[in-house]
């Protein structure tokens, strides 16, 4: 099983970025589907944007246009680019992985197996 390690979170204003990591180790990148994931206090986890092995992104509505998935296989690493920040985006962000999930499943949080310990993601107006 995969092992995830999210960083990169922080404290900005409304309309500025960041830029989240999700280091991997014990399976590359780009054999895996992957998934962003975030949670807010009182709610459930919700997909943000995952990516399957062969490169197919699914957004949330919430996000598309302003998030981008990508990964690097040279540093093993994928990456949540977040610009136009709001403070709904406000969240603890998890990073998940597995072999193999359905394009369908791809926002479905009962889909992955490995997931990191999350980082905290905090916008103000």
């Known amino acids: 099983q995969v092992q995830l390690v999210e960083s990169g979170g922080g404290s900005v204003g409304a309309g500025w970025s960041l830029r989240l990591s999700c280091l991997a180790s014990g399976d590359t990148v780009n054999t895996l589907a992957m998934c962003w994931f975030r949670q807010d206090s009182g709610k459930a986890r919700r997909g943000v944007v995952g990516?399957?092995?062969?490169?197919?992104?699914a957004y949330a509505d919430s996000v598309k246009g302003r998030f981008t998935i990508s990964r690097d296989n040279n540093n093993n690493t994928l990456y949540l680019q977040m610009t136009s920040l709001k403070p709904e985006d406000s969240a603890m962000y998890f990073c998940a992985a597995d072999k193999w999930v359905p394009f369908s499943r791809l926002l479905d949080s009962s889909a992955y197996v490995s997931w990191g310990q999350g980082t905290q993601v905090t916008v103000s107006s």
């Open positions: 990516i399957t092995v062969v490169g197919s992104t």
